[in-house]
């Protein structure tokens, strides 16, 4: 019995391998930064340490996702590689969202163990930055904004398959995400679940993230089923 899983893990592997000097370099450097970032706390040095963590956000939020997102067009041979192999259109739209939620997973997992470090050497100035919303912020840049982005760009750029470009498109998709997850956040706080801490306020914030996401899904996979791939 042929295993269906196999053309799923070879698309992602070739995505892995597409992204992978991008995706070390990123998450090596961020990795560097929150090590900076943690010694300076601990020293409890008096810099803009206020401007230095959002740098590690942004690269977080931003860069793990613009390098798969890239990586999964025509441009990378990716659409090639998939038309080699025997895969249905509902693993090719599974393939093409997967590595997004995977980069956005291993950031998110890194902002926390920045987090964790920084309240183990140093817990006043921790509670500091969670008071001073750079917790919220950054878990909005972090993982909001990757998600939504993806559920932006992912049908677009299906049903933009025969124009080419799409590098644009990725940032334009960018830019308004990090734009709609701080909306979204403000919106939820105010009107969805008002007057509650914003660690709730982010994970509701996350829920609905996670079910654009869905939607995005579904409807990637009902533009499939419509075009010639």
């Known amino acids: 019995m042929p295993n269906n899983r196999r053309p799923i893990l ?5 995505s892995y391998l597409a992204a992978k000097s991008g995706l070390t370099l ?11 970032f943690v010694l300076a706390i601990w020293q409890n040095w008096r810099g803009e340490l206020a401007l230095f963590f959002p740098l590690i956000q942004l690269l977080l939020a ?6 798969v997102m890239s990586n999964s067009d025509r441009a990378s041979g990716w659409s090639r590689y998939q038309a080699a192999m025997p895969i249905s259109r509902q693993q090719l739209v599974a393939a093409k969202f997967l590595p997004a939620l995977l980069v956005t997973a291993a950031g998110t997992i890194l902002t926390l ?8 050497v140093n817990a006043q100035r921790y509670a500091a930055l969670v008071e001073s919303g750079h917790w919220v912020t950054g878990g909005t840049m972090v993982v909001v904004a990757p998600l939504l982005a993806t559920a932006i760009y992912i049908p677009v750029a299906a049903l933009r398959r025969n124009r080419g470009g799409d590098m644009p498109l990725l940032v334009v998709c960018l830019i308004g995400a990090f734009a709609a997850s701080q909306y979204l956040f403000a919106f939820t706080s105010r ?11 982010l994970l509701a914030t996350i829920g609905f993230a996670a079910i654009a996401l869905l939607i995005s899904y579904l409807a990637t996979r009902l533009i499939y089923t419509r075009i010639s791939i």
């Open 62 to 67: 931003a860069g793990p996702i613009f390098s």
């Open 26 to 36: 990123i998450f090596g450097t961020a990795a560097l930064l929150g090590v900076i």
């Open 10 to 14: 070879g698309l992602l592997n070739y």
């Open 113 to 120: 163990l920045i987090f964790g470090a920084t309240r183990l």
């Open 191 to 201: 009107f969805v679940i008002p007057n509650m801490t914003p660690n709730i306020v």
